[in-house]
């Protein structure tokens, strides 16, 4: 069983054009995030929810909206897609809602092309 | 503010060689720290963490001691093996505690 799925795996789209990236997982955790991995492989957080609740929504352009529609699910709604928003977009969960200690589950990523 | 600070990559070494990747942090008070490999083509995962200073943290025969002395979270591993080859994360949570930084990453090639 994947913990944490994401899909689809690779987007190739065109400028301008909106797309959505969906996240699932099945631990029963409370807590789930975005990350956004440029080409250098740095790792940027971009949101995470609690409980259904936004509770980190860093410097993120408006164009990236997210939803989760229950616990277990966290997806990203990406507007007039721009060049700079290709990278590789990371889902993931934690039990916590402060990871102080708590280790936290990726999924596989999301590559991103924008043309 | 809290940062982690990586030693820059790519490291090559051949098989069977001695491993040492440098991570120091800056943070308010002592928070628990995380190394995160990630393969290739695939998502991070944790590879070890130590929750106080002076714990060891071991997994995978990679180990990672927290030094509040020196405010280092060094991960070595004795001897790699060509499956080690990957990108490692060293990472805290901030002070807030809502996010964890994770550092720039270190890229390992190991040649067989």
């Known amino acids: 069983d994947t913990a944490v799925s994401q899909t689809p795996k690779y987007l190739v789209t065109q400028m301008g054009n909106d797309k959505s990236i969906k996240c699932e997982q099945n631990?029963?955790?409370?807590?789930m995030y975005w990350y956004k991995q440029d080409s250098k492989k740095f790792l940027k957080i971009m949101f995470s929810?609690?409980?259904?609740?936004?509770?980190i929504n860093e410097t993120v352009p408006n164009r990236f909206s997210p939803k989760s529609p229950d616990k277990a699910h966290l997806n990203l709604h990406i507007n007039s897609l721009e060049l700079g928003d290709s990278a590789v977009y990371f889902c993931?969960?934690?039990?916590?809602?402060?990871?102080?200690?708590?280790?936290?589950?990726f999924g596989p990523g999301t590559r991103l092309t924008v043309l | 503010g809290d940062s982690v600070t990586q030693m820059e990559g790519p490291v090559t070494l051949s098989e069977e060689a001695f491993l040492t990747i440098n991570c120091t942090y800056t943070?308010?008070?002592?928070?628990?720290l995380f190394w995160y490999v990630q393969y290739p083509g695939e998502g991070l995962q944790l590879l070890l963490k130590?929750?106080?200073?002076?714990d060891k943290g071991s997994n995978k025969g990679f180990e990672a001691t927290y030094r509040k002395e020196t405010t280092s979270f060094h991960l070595e591993k004795g001897s790699v093996q060509v499956s080690d080859s990957a990108v490692y994360f060293c990472?805290?949570?901030?002070?807030?505690?809502?996010?964890?930084?994770f550092g720039a990453g270190t890229r390992l090639f190991v040649k067989a």
């Open positions: 929810y609690n409980n259904k609740e936004l509770i």
């Open positions: 130590a929750t106080k200073a002076d």
């Open positions: 993931a969960s934690s039990q916590e809602s402060l990871p102080s200690t708590d280790t936290q589950y």
């Open positions: 943070a308010t008070g002592y928070p628990s």
């Open positions: 990472a805290l949570p901030d002070t807030g505690g809502f996010k964890t930084i």
């Open positions: 631990l029963g955790h409370d807590t």
